[in-house]
């Protein structure tokens, strides 16, 4: 089936030690993902992008990993900092509509930083 | 500032009450959605628009009557809800095209009693 899922973890990490946020997909048509971010209180926030025909994306202090052959992306933020403690989303674009986008989400991932 | 704005943020209806989401994007984007976020729930989309066309609806159920006057504007109209209905509902909008990431608003905390 169509799911993208997230083992609702809490992931704690120290002030500027490294994260890294999993997420397993099963749809294997699908050939764009997204991370995003949601703090308390506010929609989701886009983070960073990758298309299936790369397998690495980086951006300012984040970045992102596909891994096709497993099916799983990965979320690498460098010396994390408090404000990045929130709720971690990754989603998927199944391409099943010819115009807008039918992104399913996994669960999220809360990620807590520890001062 | 996200680009899409919702109002209003939070929201107490009665079950017999009728009451109006809005949300306005300031992106020039062509496609808007509303999407349902639940506890301990992923995101469930529940209606798609396209050039002011709807394209999808996730088996939503009629309670729930969206209107798309604009590519800028998107409603939410709600009648004779059910407390199952409580959540927050995110608006978001994109360019419309695959490989388009969508953008949201902060939502709408809606409580129904």
């Known amino acids: 089936g169509e799911s993208v899922g997230l083992h609702l973890p809490t992931l704690s990490v120290q002030e500027g030690d490294n994260s890294i946020i999993n997420c397993a997909y099963s749809n294997s048509a699908s050939d764009y993902f997204i991370w995003y971010k949601q703090e308390s209180g506010k929609g989701p926030q886009f983070i960073i992008d990758?298309?299936?025909?790369?397998d690495k994306r980086q951006g300012q202090r984040v970045t992102v990993l596909l891994n096709k052959t497993v099916k799983h992306l990965s979320l690498q933020i460098a010396a994390t900092q408090p404000g990045d403690s929130a709720v971690y989303f990754c989603a998927e674009d199944s391409r099943l509509m010819e115009y807008g986008n039918k992104l399913v989400f996994g669960a999220g991932t809360i990620l807590r930083v520890k001062s | 500032e996200t680009g899409v704005t919702q109002t209003p943020r939070h929201l107490v209806m009665g079950m017999t009450n009728k009451k109006s989401l809005k949300c306005e994007q300031h992106?020039?984007?062509?496609?808007m959605y509303w999407y349902k976020q639940s506890a301990k729930k992923p995101l469930e989309l529940m209606f798609v628009?396209?050039?002011?066309?709807?394209?999808e609806n996730n088996s939503v159920p009629s309670r729930f009557s969206p209107e798309c006057p604009n590519s800028s504007h998107l409603f939410l109209h709600l009648h004779t809800l059910q407390p199952e209905d409580s959540a927050l509902y995110l608006c978001?909008?994109?360019?419309?095209?695959?490989?388009?990431?969508?953008?949201f608003g902060n939502g709408t905390r809606l409580t129904v009693t």
């Open positions: 990758i298309r299936s025909n790369m």
């Open positions: 628009y396209s050039l002011e066309e709807r394209v």
């Open positions: 978001a909008s994109s360019r419309g095209h695959n490989n388009s990431p969508l953008h």
């Open positions: 992106l020039g984007h062509n496609a």
